[in-house]
């Protein structure tokens, strides 16, 4: 049969930064410890037992700055440790508690991967970055960035200043954490707009992603579709995400994560048992929350659900693996009839996606690549750097502006729930611009406070925050953290402004929004 | 990100539902034997976009938080104009005192006026305020400080003024937006083709051809002999 095609499998990392020093039960802090547990280890466990093996793949993993900066972040550790001890306490009586039940298999399944977890997370030095880049380091995967912290970019293009910083920064964290400077980058929700590849070529960044129709409403009609990278008026390439194998994935109708066997994500002893019995492991302030611990599986529609069955579950994510390969075979022996060179299948997924609403879906991963490696050879895994080193010469045209969130454009982002940000966001980021004009050479305190000004906008200017409050739920968190981070840095500007720069709250909010230790405000200044 | 913040958000609305699914349930025990009327499952729509409105949306917050936290307004005139999707556009504005105050000395009481908006359409033109391919002038109020323009218009330009409109027709504008362009809504019809080469390939066929930038890809292509993978060089180059 031979090759017909390639398959780049792209995993989007990210979480806001959220780290509360002053409270050790932050519910949003939980964001990041149910993560680790639940995606980031169990990826990394696939990674381990596949090089083990001596399986071949290709893989691509965007980790955003946040995430990187949350990763090495010691506190965050510590804190992770904990919550991790707790939930191991709990698995241990979990397992006794369900002796002779249908539900004992699964408590043995998730007594063995949190000691997994914390055999995986100490040996890293409870630093995932050190995990990520072996894998990187050993060539089994591509690690990109992201935006400093996740900027929606098209919608902070006002100050080009800001969105170079935010690339900038990332860049700067990509190469410290991982050794080297990333290839190509994810765009924060896939949006573009002209000219925001200008200032990834300045960062020397290969390529980014775009939803489909970014690619297929460009300026001219791309030959190949989203078959094959494009290249901007700069040179950098996009990649255009395939709707058909993503939308096997992500639809809960249509898509595998819905299917019958797997396991139900809003069944969790967090809110079945007794209080009493999982106090302890709820919010202290005893405020039922998920522990990770779910008995069910989906079963149907209705609220009727039957016992999960681990091996049921683990048979049908090979299945649908399985499944998804065929389908990428049939796709790519019908493309590469119609194309004069080998495509190659884009298919982006939220990282988080993978095992923590999908709980089967790291092992689906695995059997997927298994499966693509030894069971047939029409699909092969790929990069796509790898893909540009081999096709190196590609159409030329400008993609639309876009993104991947609702409709497809910017709305999600800029709607009636969250406009208001835009013109105070734009406000700090121009007098961010003339801050490190009017101080060229800033040393000292002022120094200091003018790292921190550019850390303030940085965090104020994440999408997670504009994206929460476009759900209608949970927005005063995303509200209090634009307000607090938009206030920290107007007080900053006019500390700076009047020579009056207050240290004592200077340095609590050094140590509270801590991030990107190398910051260097100097990355704001306008080009001459 | 979406991904987990959603699966929280939809379990707390999960949480909630039930407990009120349960005192319906309750409630319809007591009353009779009319059958508890299911409730819908509140798995996401998961589609390709998973940032779909889960719930209506709720109240904006500017209504649940105090107003005074962030400042109101900066003392900077400044109109500022966003393409939010192919037909909508966003702009937000402030009108300093100070340029309230010329503005009434030059041109009468700011009474016998009233705010508007004029949308002009400024595609493929430099924009010089007379020029415009056409524009629309929508009314505002004196309250407003931003709004949401619906244009129809996908792959066009677009600049906006914020004026007074007088009762003989005059329109004097106070500020003058950005230019932005809504992004296209559907494939372009345009078909020429342009080709790139980049890095090491190119690298050769620089020395072949004696081609000094790397990125000047008409060079390139108008050499019909390399042009790749047959493509026939077209008459015309796309303008970027």
Known sequence: MGKKGYLAMVLHAHLPYIRHPENEFFLEERWLYEAITETYIPLIDIFERLEKEGVDFALTISLSPPLVSMFADSLLQQRYLNHLNKQIELADKEVERTSFTPFYETALVYRERLYQSRRIFLEYDCNLVNAFKKYQDSGKIEIITCAATHGFLPLLMTEPEAVRAQINIAVDLHKRSFGRNPAGIWLPECAYTAGLDNILKEFNL???????????????????????????????????????????????????????DYREFYRDIGFDLDYDYVKPYIH??????????????????????????????????????????FNRELQLKHLSSLMDRLPIIVTPYDAELFGHWWFEGPQWLEYLIRKIRYDQDTVELTTPSKYLDEFPCNQVVTPCASSWGNKGYNEVWLCRANDWIYRHLHLAAARMVDLANSYPEASGLRYRALNQSARELMLAQSSDWAFIMSTGTMVDYAVKRTKTHLKNFLRLYDEIKNNYISEGWLKTLEEKDNLFSSMDYSIYRSKS | MEMFFLSWAIGIIAVVSIALLWIRKIRLKTMGSSPVEEIKPL?????????????????????QLPKEELPHSYGIDRLVLLARD???LYAYWEVTATKIAEFTSTHSAWETSWPALRVYDVTGIAFNGENANKYIDIGINDQADNWHINTGEPDRAFCVDLGRQFPDGRFITLLRSNTVTTPRASLSDREDEEWMWIEGIYRSIRHQYGISSPLFAEEVAERAGIIPLGVSSPGHWPEY
């Open chain 1, 206 to 260: 290969r390529f980014f992603f775009l939803d489909t129709h970014g690619v297929m409403f460009a300026s001219c009609r791309p030959r190949y579709g989203v078959f094959a990278p494009v290249y901007c008026p700069s040179g950098v390439a996009a990649f255009g995400r395939d709707p058909e194998s993503s939308k096997q994935v992500w639809s809960a109708k249509e898509g595998y994560p819905g299917d019958h």
């Open chain 1, 284 to 325: 202290p302030d005893g405020i039922r929350i998920n522990t990770g611990f779910k008995y069910y599986r989906i079963t149907g529609n209705s609220h009727h659900k039957e016992p999960y069955n681990p091996k049921q579950a683990l048979k049908k994510a090979s299945l649908h693996a399985g499944n998804f390969m």
């Open chain 2, 43 to 63: 798995i996401p729509d998961l589609k390709e976009e998973f940032s779909s409105e889960l719930t209506p949306s709720g109240p904006f917050p500017e209504d």
């Open chain 2, 86 to 88: 192919p037909y909508w």
